[in-house]
């Protein structure tokens, strides 16, 4: 039944003659519960679904009352539930979540209970997008074989997938072939406004990425969290948080001619990370951001996880209302949204003054100039101007300064390698470590753009079963069977030879949601290959190029605007629609090239338009890693190094021996607003998100079992995890002691720590604890697939924790990869081993174990695995200088305590080395951010004690954490 709490309940006509209920937030102001209109606009949403589930047991009026009193610098200790419209997944996350469902399923029925207990209680997608990666590249059927190898690597994962689609009811799929979540997310699934049972509300949601703040772009208030929470979001329980600081950023002025959304983006990162955003909710407002499109309003809010916020958040407008009508949305459901907004006083970008926020921050969008950022932190923006002088600096500085720490009279020292293999397009072969991939030929002739179908496969010569109708909108093969990797044949190569040299680019990728949204970046790297390609320029054939769009949208529009061709001329052939170079699925470089780069130790780099750049994210051998704008990728694979000043020195030789520069081939603004046209027509927005699985052979052909629980087949993919084993209808901690006793630490990190290195997801090495478990389950190396596309195995994920080749545990200082001390042996030198192992031998003893990290301990997407790993490796606590928001929140829905030095204090300042065993007292009756006891016990018989503050930060924590974590206690309550 919808209550009238507050005489709030109002009627809102929308479209034609129809109404629906509503409730009415301006009439919440009018009965004197708080000066809603002066509220952030994001602030404003959260208490309309505050309001609206009411049910005065999870929620009551005194969370109304406290939220709509919100004030712009109180102390934040109220606690918030928020339940959202509608959660979105993507694979990498999403699978891992459905192996959680169907094992809490599998304890329902153990304890004797209804499994259909266990099931999502509002809409859930899974867009399937994480699994495809580069294998083939540079040519005009790579997209094809790509997928054709993603079905054969991840064919049980799609299986359990399926599984699930039957199983649950409000469980639905966008398959393999169609997108990257967040821009589909923003193109399709958003609906702006929801219906149901005669209301009409917001559309809200959490998502398992933490780019999931894309859809705050447009005016969706949303943000990542982990699996863990997402699925007890599923299952009923709302999003608890801390009433959030707002930080209002007053974008002025205009960008100038040759200036990016990119720029902006890293620019706005740059910015806000050292204005310490880090949890806080940013939302834009000011004449500039009205001025803003709304592509470059999602790709500002795509990057909240890099400058720290939880939201990057964009009111909505006219300009918002343009873009549901350009993208397809129906006439009935953009008057819907836009009366809705207009109703709550919410619609319209606000200007100066008309909001309280907790911090004014401003930007004149003409001082935004030409920008990269890394090599290793989005957040390190560096002018196009000083990108050769940056590098060589870094070269030669200390490691420990966050440098390379090499000779500086190295870096232009060049390796010769030879054998560099190219073949025939038509056969494939083995040339990487554990995957395949086919090198570049040389660029081919240009093909006219009216000879590239509607969806861009090939005109190249292929049989006709293998090429693409304008109705085959999921651009594979259908009657060809799929091969297995092992059966795939080699076949003769023809050998060359690299000179290779620090400062290379060996990657050049045009991925990722953070641009392949925004069309005025993809055109502008379209017309500057065209230009480029018209004074003779090239790409050398070494350079893995790639384009992954982030949905058929954008190839459809390049394509339409006679770009495609150019960009494929230079070797950017579309490989996939995913996240593939971003999340770490570039794939592997021929065998040579990463043979001399670990021969030569050399730094070598890779230019991407993504949004993250860790170490050892992108490749595990290419260590420095720059963040770009799709044109100025394409600019980096002609230049072919980061040791040219593209702003000083000629971009490359063309026609007639003529130095090319940047300048001669950059498009202008009036070039890309002539061509802005193909990327808006509603009706291929329509045409391409109608049947999402017809003429898809590969989707269609998986196979799956059927029933309401899961049977759990042999799979090194698909496993049972162990959270459930054992479980009973007690919390684990109750009462007694809970202090830990007698712990050592596991491992010592810096600052920055990232959720890529506590849990990679890349590929997986066979010398590391995951390669020899999959040996000894019979995997071939070729078959090892990466950690993210097995993160429905434990098995294979507790062994990959703490697995980056590139995380430094400072217990054994100059080291590089998951190794640790154990120190358990009394009177033995400790013993140097695999994290994994040292983890396994503490835990047969009965000895607990905890972490030590520096600043933003956790920083980086919002991986469970971070959390579930550290938890299944038997870590008790987690000790760090300061958390980023989401992995703190797994942590305790693992049940893993999340503790914070205080003050000054911090690994270095007590002189932690690994040697000592640590006592943690105060747990017994664990309370929000109360101070615990932290006492280092010395191998000299000194000790010291220092006080922590537990970061445990809301009374639901403390619930999560007594039952063991999120999923216990949500199981727990569903089954009383």
């Known amino acids: 039944?919808?209550?009238?709490?507050?005489?709030?309940?109002?009627?809102?006509?929308?479209?034609?003659?129809?109404?629906?209920?509503?409730?009415?937030?301006?009439?919440?102001?009018?009965?004197?519960?708080?000066?809603?209109?002066r509220l952030p606009i994001s602030i404003r949403i959260i208490l309309e679904s505050v309001l609206r589930n009411y049910d005065n047991k999870k929620i009551n009026e005194t969370h109304i009352k406290q939220l709509a009193n919100w004030r712009p610098n109180a102390v934040r200790v109220d606690e918030i539930p928020f339940v959202v419209s509608r959660i979105v997944l993507q694979d990498f996350t999403g699978v891992p979540l459905l192996v959680d469902l169907a094992a809490m399923r599998s304890a329902a029925v153990k304890l004797g209970k209804n499994p259909k207990l266990i099931e999502p209680l509002v809409p859930v997608d899974l867009v399937v997008d994480h699994s495809i990666q580069v294998d083939y590249y540079g040519t005009k059927d790579a997209l094809t074989r790509n997928m054709e190898i993603e079905f054969s690597r991840n064919n049980e994962r799609y299986q359990f997938i399926k599984w699930g689609m039957q199983a649950f009811d409000t469980f639905k799929v966008i398959p393999p072939g169609i997108g990257i979540v967040h821009q589909v997310n923003l193109e399709y699934l958003a609906r702006g406004v929801h219906q149901k049972d005669g209301l009409i509300f917001p559309d809200t949601l959490v998502g398992t990425d933490s780019h999931t703040t894309m859809i705050n772009g447009i005016g969706v208030v949303g943000w990542g969290v982990g699996g863990i929470e997402a699925e007890a979001g599923m299952l009923g329980q709302p999003v608890y948080f801390l009433t959030p600081d707002v930080v209002g950023v007053n974008l002025t002025g205009q960008l100038r001619e040759g200036?990016?959304?990119?720029?902006?983006?890293?620019?706005?990162?740059?910015?806000?990370?050292?204005?310490?955003?880090?949890?806080?909710?940013?939302?834009?407002?000011?004449?500039?951001?009205?001025?803003?499109?709304?592509?470059?309003?999602?790709?500002?809010?795509?990057?909240?996880?890099?400058?720290?916020?939880?939201?990057?958040?964009?009111?909505?407008?006219?300009?918002?209302?343009?873009?549901?009508?350009?993208?397809?949305?129906?006439?009935?459901?953009?008057?819907?949204?836009?009366?809705?907004?207009?109703?709550?006083?919410?619609?319209?970008?606000?200007?100066?003054?008309?909001?309280?926020?907790?911090?004014?921050?401003?930007?004149?969008?003409?001082?935004?100039?030409?920008?990269?950022?890394g090599p290793k932190r989005p957040q390190d923006r560096i002018e196009l101007t000083a990108i050769k002088s940056k590098f060589t600096e870094l070269f030669s500085k200390p490691v420990k300064e966050s440098g390379y720490g090499k000779q500086s009279d190295d870096i232009n020292q060049r390796y010769p390698t030879r054998n560099i293999r190219t073949q025939s397009p038509d056969v494939c072969t083995h040339i990487g470590s554990n995957i395949l991939e086919e090198n570049r030929l040389a660029p081919q002739n240009l093909h006219n753009a009216s000879e590239v179908n509607s969806h861009h496969l090939t005109e190249k010569v292929v049989p006709a079963e293998r090429r693409m109708t304008s109705r085959n909108v999921t651009e594979m093969t259908s009657n060809r069977p799929t091969p297995h990797l092992a059966e795939i044949p080699a076949t003769e190569l023809n050998s060359s030879s690299v000179n290779l040299g620090n400062g290379d680019v060996l990657i050049a990728a045009i991925t990722s949601c953070t641009n392949t949204s925004n069309p005025s970046v993809l055109i502008a790297a379209g017309l500057l290959a065209k230009k480029a390609v018209e004074k003779g320029l090239s790409v050398k054939p070494h350079i893995k190029t790639s384009l992954a769009p982030g949905s058929r949208v954008v190839t459809e529009y390049l394509t339409?605007?006679?770009?495609?061709?150019?960009?494929?001329?230079?070797?950017?052939?579309?490989?996939?629609?995913?996240?593939?170079?971003?999340?770490?699925?570039?794939?592997?470089?021929?065998?040579?090239?990463?043979?001399?780069?670990?021969?030569?130790?050399?730094?070598?780099?890779?230019?991407?338009?993504?949004?993250?750049?860790?170490?050892?994210?992108?490749?595990?051998?290419?260590?420095?890693?720059?963040?770009?704008?799709?044109?100025?990728v394409v600019a980096y694979a002609i230049a072919g190094t980061v040791l040219k000043d593209l702003t000083a020195e000629p971009l490359g030789i063309g026609k007639n021996n003529q130095p090319v520069w940047l300048k001669d081939i950059w498009p202008n603004s009036a070039e890309i607003h002539a061509q802005m046209k193909f990327a808006a027509n509603a009706d291929t927005f329509r045409k391409l998100y109608s049947n999402l699985t017809k003429d898809h052979p590969l989707w269609n052909d998986v196979t799956s079992v059927s029933g309401q629980t899961y049977n759990w087949p042999q799979s090194t993919y698909i496993a049972e995890p162990p959270f459930f084993q054992n479980f009973t209808l007690q919390p684990a901690i109750s009462s007694g002691t809970n202090d830990i006793k007698n712990a050592y630490a596991l491992g010592i990190f810096g600052d920055s720590v990232t959720t890529d290195h506590i849990s990679p997801a890349g590929s997986i090495k066979d010398t590391s604890p995951a390669g020899h478990y999959l040996l000894d389950n019979n995997v071939a190396k070729a078959d090892f697939n990466s950690y993210g596309a097995r993160r429905g195995n434990h098995e294979v994920m507790m062994r990959g924790t703490f697995a980056n080749v590139r995380i430094k545990n400072l217990m054994i200082p100059g080291s590089e990869g998951g190794i640790t001390l154990y120190q358990a042996t009394a009177g033995t030198i400790p013993e140097q081993m695999s994290i994994y192992d040292a983890a396994m031998k503490y835990q047969s003893q009965g000895i607990p174990t905890v972490v030590f990290g520096g600043k933003e301990y956790g920083t980086g997407s919002s991986r469970d695995w971070a959390a579930k790993g550290t938890q299944l490796l038997g870590v008790k606590a987690v000790v760090a200088t300061s958390f980023e928001r989401i992995h703190r929140s797994n942590l305790i829905g693992m049940g893993v305590l999340p503790l914070q030095f205080k003050g000054n204090d911090s690994v270095d300042s007590l002189s932690i080395k690994g040697d000592e065993q640590f006592d943690i007292f105060g747990l017994d009756n664990i309370q929000p951010q109360k101070d615990v006891t932290l006492v280092i016990r010395r191998n000299d018989v000194s000790s010291q004690s220092v006080q922590l503050l537990c970061r445990i930060d809301t009374a639901i924590e403390v619930d999560y954490y007594r039952h063991g974590g999120i999923l216990p206690y949500v199981l727990r309550e569903l089954m009383t």
């Open 1 to 37: 039944m919808n209550h009238n709490l507050f005489n709030s309940l109002h009627e809102l006509s929308i479209a034609q003659g129809s109404s629906a209920k509503y409730y009415s937030l301006p009439a919440l102001e009018k009965s004197g519960i708080g000066k809603v209109s």
């Open 259 to 373: 200036v990016t959304a990119t720029d902006l983006v890293l620019t706005i990162t740059e910015m806000l990370r050292k204005a310490n955003v880090v949890g806080k909710f940013v939302e834009f407002f000011g004449e500039g951001t009205a001025s803003l499109t709304l592509p470059d309003r999602a790709t500002i809010a795509n990057m909240a996880p890099e400058y720290g916020a939880t939201m990057g958040f964009f009111p909505v407008d006219d300009i918002t209302i343009e873009y549901f009508r350009s993208t397809g949305r129906s006439n009935d459901e953009i008057v819907a949204f836009q009366s809705y907004f207009q109703a709550q006083e919410m619609y319209g970008i606000p200007r100066k003054g008309d909001i309280d926020y907790t911090q004014e921050l401003a930007l004149d969008l003409s001082v935004v100039s030409p920008s990269l950022a």
């Open 560 to 632: 339409v605007a006679g770009l495609l061709p150019y960009l494929e001329q230079l070797g950017f052939n579309l490989v996939g629609y995913g996240c593939t170079t971003c999340i770490g699925n570039a794939g592997p470089l021929a065998d040579p090239i990463e043979e001399a780069i670990v021969k030569n130790d050399l730094v070598c780099a890779a230019v991407l338009s993504g949004n993250r750049n860790f170490e050892a994210r992108i490749h595990s051998n290419i260590r420095a890693n720059f963040l770009a704008s799709p044109p100025l």
